[in-house]
Structures are given as structure tokens and as C-alpha cells.
């Protein structure tokens, strides 16, 4: 690779590489240390194609939620199972991973600005602005630097595009599964919002029960299925239909938790 060899968005990839291992190791501890993410499905990684991937997530805070994508998608390319255990797996990070995130949210600071470096396509919400509720056409531009992502490598989305459980999935993901036809690979993710403050950046309670499931790819027809057949496949898939909405009582979530500092003492 060549020192200043640049991705399609012109960021250097020697300068990629280096903030990656520098992030992942500053934030290692926040899975497996502090808390313990119990992982699933880590092998299905191993299998995919180097580009044209989407995974589709729920989304529990800012930043936090891609972090842990970044250790257990390249842990799992390392052979590492379904652990992030010795972060050694950061010195060859792969490079073309990307998440969609609001520009307004990467624009917020000077962390936010070095995370968007590392892998962020930046878009306008057509719903949301500072704070207020925006109607607004989707900017075509965003949509391809999306495809220019999933053409060059794999890209995280969160189709709610916000942290509140159980919001509608926005019909923008099943159009750009439609336009691109990504291998489309859910995860969900679990304990995320107990752990950390809303940012991601704080951890606010040890010894949570954190989770990451990651499931086999959605089975879709590119060429007939409808949008909206598509939204609700999204919805089940990563568990924000509202047949999933329940209250996990308290002591199950302390049990959980109880197992958790088990499984980290062992």
C-alpha cells in the first residue's frame, strides 16, 4: 500500500489505518473489560465478499454502536471467533468499512471529526435538524457517496436513524437496497444504552450485559419486492417491529448482568 494511497472519499488510508489502532485500543476496554460484549455469529463475517455489503442495525448510541462493529468485524476476520479478546487484530484493520451517520452529528467537535475520518458518509436528515422536526428531499448526493461506499467496500447503516427503540425504519435503507443490491446482513445489538451515555463516549455502568448478534443475510428480491415489503424485513430482522416491543423486568436484567461479571472473572 502505498503511504498516501486514498480511498474514493480521499482519505489516506496510512492515516485510516492508524487512527483505527489508535481508537481501538483506547476503547477496547469499554467491551471487553468494563463490560463484556457476548458476540454471535461472528462466522458469517468470515464468508462475506470484500465490497457491496450493507449491514443493518438498531441503534443505541452515537457513536459506541460503530466502535463495536469495527472490534468484532475485524476480530472476526481474524479468526478471533466471537471475541474480541487480544486487540491484535487492529494492526491489519480493514480499510473500506463505512456507517451512515447525520453530518450535523460529525460536524459537533473534534472526536466526532476524527471518527467521520475513519469510515463516516456523512448525509442531511430529511427529518431532523438541530434539534427540530425538518421535511426535506433526500440529496441525491448522499445517496451516491452511499453506493460509492458499498462499491469500494461495507457499509453500517441504522435504517431508524436515531437511538429511540422502536421509531420507523426509514423507507431511504429498502430504496438504497433496491438501487445497489447489497448482500443486506442485520445485527442487533443489546445493553449499549445501559452502559454508556447517549453519545457513546462515557461509560456511565460496568458489568452490563451487552450483546451483538449478527444473522444470516436477508433473503430479497432486488427486482420485484416493494419497498414497503422490504421496511418490514428490516423491522423484524433486527428486532423493531413493535411485536418485539416488551419490558425486560428488572431481575432479568440483573441476572444477565450477574452472568456477565461471571463470564468476565473466568
Keep these: ?3 498516501f494511497k486514498r480511498n474514493p472519499f480521499g482519505h489516506i488510508l496510512f492515516v485510516k489505518k492508524w ?5 481501538g485500543a483506547l476503547t477496547h476496554r469499554r467491551f471487553r473489560g468494563f463490560n463484556e460484549l457476548q458476540i454471535e455469529g461472528s462466522e ?3 464468508n ?3 465490497n457491496n455489503v450493507l449491514f443493518i442495525s438498531n441503534h443505541q448510541t452515537y457513536f459506541a454502536d460503530v466502535i463495536s462493529m469495527f472490534h468484532v468485524f475485524n476480530a472476526s476476520l481474524s479468526d478471533r471467533g466471537d471475541s474480541i479478546k487480544n486487540i491484535g487484530y487492529l494492526w491489519n484493520p480493514k480499510l473500506n468499512i463505512y456507517y451512515v451517520a447525520a453530518k450535523e452529528t460529525m460536524k459537533s467537535g473534534l472526536l466526532p471529526k476524527i471518527l467521520a475520518y475513519v469510515g463516516s458518509i456523512s ?12 421535511n426535506r428531499q433526500v440529496k441525491m448526493s448522499d445517496i451516491s457517496s452511499i453506493g460509492k461506499a458499498l462499491d469500494d467496500g461495507w457499509v453500517i447503516t441504522f435504517p431508524q436513524g436515531t437511538t429511540t427503540p422502536f421509531k420507523p425504519i426509514r423507507k431511504g435503507t429498502a430504496h438504497i437496497i433496491k438501487k445497489y443490491k447489497p448482500i443486506v446482513v442485520p445485527i442487533v445489538i443489546d445493553g449499549f444504552r445501559r452502559s454508556f451515555d447517549k453519545k457513546g463516549l462515557r461509560v456511565k455502568k460496568k458489568n452490563v450485559y451487552q450483546s451483538f448478534e449478527i ?17 418490514e424485513k428490516i423491522e423484524y430482522a433486527i428486532e423493531q417491529h413493535p411485536s418485539f416491543l ?3 423486568p428488572q431481575d432479568e436484567l440483573e441476572e444477565k448482568e450477574r452472568l456477565n461479571r461471571e463470564l468476565r472473572d473466568w
Excluded: F
Design 44 to 46: 458469517i463475517i468470515k
Design 215 to 231: 444473522k444470516e443475510p436477508l433473503e430479497i428480491d432486488y427486482d420485484n419486492e416493494s419497498i414497503d415489503s422490504i421496511v
Design 1 to 3: 500500500m502505498g503511504l
Design 19 to 23: 487512527l483505527i489502532r489508535i481508537l
Design 246 to 248: 416488551k419490558v425486560i
Design 123 to 134: 448525509i442531511e436528515r430529511t427529518w431532523r435538524a438541530e434539534g427540530q422536526n425538518v
Design 48 to 50: 462475506l465478499p470484500d
